[in-house]
């Protein structure tokens, strides 16, 4: 009996005090859950304390704006222009600076007698899709940075089958005020609609032939650029550039080292939330000295050259990621006034007319499916009989090249895309087969309109 109550009493000891346990860790594990709600809502309240400052902070900048009625206009048009460099210039420097790579490569296919030559053009040594099989094509390594309050840096290098080279390297202003901003270094120029954009952003292989014949390509020097942005309900943008003339068409950096010079004109809106467009007027004027051809002759003269240049779009609802259309097109003219040789001819007199044009239109049909059509043609003035059996000499053919494309866009970094080009330069048809893929990676900023 003794027995019993001492266990009894061992037992109630043992669970009076597992009891006090228990409830000492729920006592415990209670304060720890208070001290973590308290933790975060003192997180929260920091948080929505520093939002409250900063909108305090603007009221307080627009209170000030609203206050001074002779400066007001500018003073909004300074504010949203510190939104819009915050939302643009810096998206692309999170990781300061901004550090991107673009891979180029293809695999082209054409018949081994198939020339690329465009009669009654004078193209430069790039133009043309390049040799047959595989390769690496042009790709880039880009770095962007905003330096300070007032200058935003960018460079290019871009890698190909002749090395590494400097493609773009520029400072620009971010406000100079009133709507201007300046750019100088070497960069691509703003002309017509391609030209200031890199190849990897266009939505075919290849460039459209007038801007093979024209701009070899895509034209960019060592200039400076003057913009001014209109303070108007639609954008409204023109500018002009000094080049110093050593890339095509003009070659030679004529009239001591400004041999080019250009002026353009951009006015664009939206149509709704869905539908968007911009066109626009541009001329380049450029000096040349001694321009030489793959066709080894030579040309000394004025280059002039007037693009008129549109883009439309349209995506339901403004989301381009899942549908879009997009009609683009360009019509160019040039005239060249110079001399003019070549085996047979020496600084022969020559007025040149030429123009060409191209209309594309691209359907995004699906998150990852896009397909375009592409139509290019040029048309050269006839000259006198002395020029017969130059590369000048047109044979009465007006070069024309209709392309068809589909592209799988596994996202906006990774593109895989088949092209044929069926051209007809001298009355010859020649198809040309082209597979390219494209890859971006690091801090990649959005691309321009």
């Not at 500018?239 to 890339?247: F, P």
């Not at 549109?310 to 381009?320: D, E, H, S, V």
């Not at 596994?410 to 040309?432: A, P």
């Amino acid at each position: 009996m003794k027995f019993n109550k001492i266990t009894l009493l061992l037992c109630a000891v043992l669970g009076s005090a597992t009891c006090n346990l228990a409830f000492a860790d729920q006592k415990t594990a209670k304060q720890t859950d208070a001290a973590s709600v308290k933790k975060l809502k003192q997180e929260l309240q920091q948080l929505q304390q520093n939002y409250q400052d900063k909108i305090t902070e603007l009221e307080s900048r627009l209170s000030d704006i609203e206050d001074n009625n002779d400066d007001t206009q500018e003073n909004i048009e300074q504010l949203a222009i510190d939104v819009s460099q915050q939302g643009n210039k810096k998206a692309a420097n999170t990781f300061n600076p901004g550090l991107w790579m673009i891979l180029n490569g293809r695999f082209v296919s054409y018949n081994d007698k198939f020339n690329y030559a465009l009669p009654g053009y004078n193209l430069s040594t790039d133009a043309g899709p390049g040799n047959q099989g595989l390769q690496l094509d042009e790709s880039e390594l880009n770095i962007s940075t905003n330096v300070d309050d007032k200058f935003y840096a960018w460079t290019t290098i871009s890698f190909g089958a002749d090395g590494a080279n400097i493609e773009e390297a520029y400072l620009q202003t971010l406000n100079m005020g009133n709507g201007f901003n300046v750019k100088f270094g070497r960069f691509f120029s703003n002309i017509g609609y391609l030209a200031s954009k890199h190849t990897h952003t266009d939505d075919f292989a290849n460039r459209p032939l007038p801007y093979e014949a024209f701009l070899g390509g895509q034209f960019g020097d060592d200039g400076i650029q003057t913009t001014w942005l209109a303070p108007t309900d639609v954008f409204w943008e023109s500018g002009i550039e000094l080049y110093r003339g050593d890339s095509f068409p003009a070659v030679g950096a004529g009239n001591s080292g400004i041999g080019t010079w250009t002026a353009f004109s951009h006015v664009g809106g939206d149509i709704g939330i869905s539908q968007s467009w911009r066109a626009g007027l541009s001329y380049l004027h450029a000096d040349v000295k001694d321009r030489q051809s793959s066709a080894s002759d030579t040309f000394t003269g004025i280059s002039k050259l007037w693009i008129a240049d549109f883009i439309y779009r349209w995506a339901p609802n403004g989301n381009r990621v899942d549908n879009e259309f997009k009609l683009q097109g360009e019509y160019l003219a040039r005239n060249e006034q110079g001399l003019f040789s070549d085996l047979n001819l020496t600084n022969s007199s020559i007025d040149h007319n030429q123009n060409g044009w191209y209309l594309e239109g691209v359907y995004h049909f699906s998150r990852l499916w896009s397909a375009g059509i592409r139509t290019s043609r040029l048309s050269s003035a006839n000259l006198a009989n002395k020029f017969a059996g130059s590369v000048l000499d047109d044979l009465n053919h007006s070069p024309i090249q209709h392309s068809l494309m589909v592209e799988w866009n596994n996202s906006e970094f990774s593109h895989v895309r088949f092209q044929m080009d069926n051209n007809n330069f001298n009355g010859k048809k020649e198809n040309v087969f082209i597979l390219q893929y494209i890859a971006a990676f690091g801090a990649h900023g959005a691309h321009a309109y």
